[in-house]
């Protein structure tokens, strides 16, 4: 297996015709003020044969740990975890990023940052107190405004807002993993998140991350009990509700596991699990009602804290020992051949995919 070393971080940006949009993928990663070795926002480039090269950092920031890709305009937006901050940045020359305007206030442990689908706004989860904040943009991608949803309240329990996710019918989805809630929000201009009603999982199970199905069903990922909860849409009422729990890995959860990413197959068959601790990826099959752990391989690395699935290839982050590997997978059975290579990265926690103009 290939390893590539980082190029010199402070390298000058390509020219813009050298790293064309739908080979981007950028990096978000721990800096020194949450115990991590990144220094910002990096830039990888898909290279022939499906393997990542390392292109540098492309703005400095502190623990930028996810990032959102604006959908048409050339605008990227970090939360920072540990600041409690989100920010936007605009590409410039090949793979540099400026930012643009201050940063904005988020809450405690902002750690998950998402897009709407027509770049009207943003939505931010925070781990620590349990906020999910909105921010409206302007027409040329800046932050313009904020607004805060409702708080979940259960007794004898923090709330740990976690991730949000877009819906493909307008709607917002977030997860609440101290208080095992799905909620689904409708967005009002000029108000932000209304709560539109929640769905309740297991005790305990701590929804962390979610994908949609292409038949509508929302899988999630529950970082404690290593499961793949299914929530369903009524086509009557719209109101999701739980149709199912499944576990997450063949082999079972070994002690000290907790869940990390899940990710679909373009066609939906295949679902990818990252668990950190025993880091490994489990392969599941999605077929109907029912989602089926097939296969259990190890990352590659430690502590796999997100991946990607881009151009029949798997990129898993390991935040702990610093790489990004890569597999080739299975069009069919949906399971991984043998790492293509491994690029270096300093404390890595999302990859995301730059929007193509």
Known sequence: MATQRNADPSSQPLPAAAVPSDELIWTGCYTADSGGQGTGIGALRAAAGGTLDWLGVAAAADSPSFLAAHPVLGMVYAVGEAAGTVTAYRRRGGFGLERTGPAWPAGDAACHVAVDPQGRFLVVACWGDGQVLLYELDGDGGISARFAAAASTQAGRPSRAHTSLMLDDGRVMTTDLGHDLLRIWNYVPGQGLQLDHEVALPRDSGPRHLAQHPGGDVLVVTEYSIEVAVARRSSESGAFSLAGVFPATRAGAAAGDSAAEIALSEDGRHAYVGVRGSNR????????????????????????????????????????????????????SGLPGEALGRVEVASPTALVPAAQP
């Open 281 to 332: 990826i489990s392969v599941l099959e999605v077929d109907g009602d029912t989602v089926r752990p097939v296969a259990d391989f190890l990352s590659g690395g430690d502590w796999p804290r997100h991946h990607l699935l881009r151009d029949g290839r798997l990129h898993v982050a390991h935040e702990r020992s610093g790489d990004v590997v890569t597999y080739p997978l299975d069009p069919e």
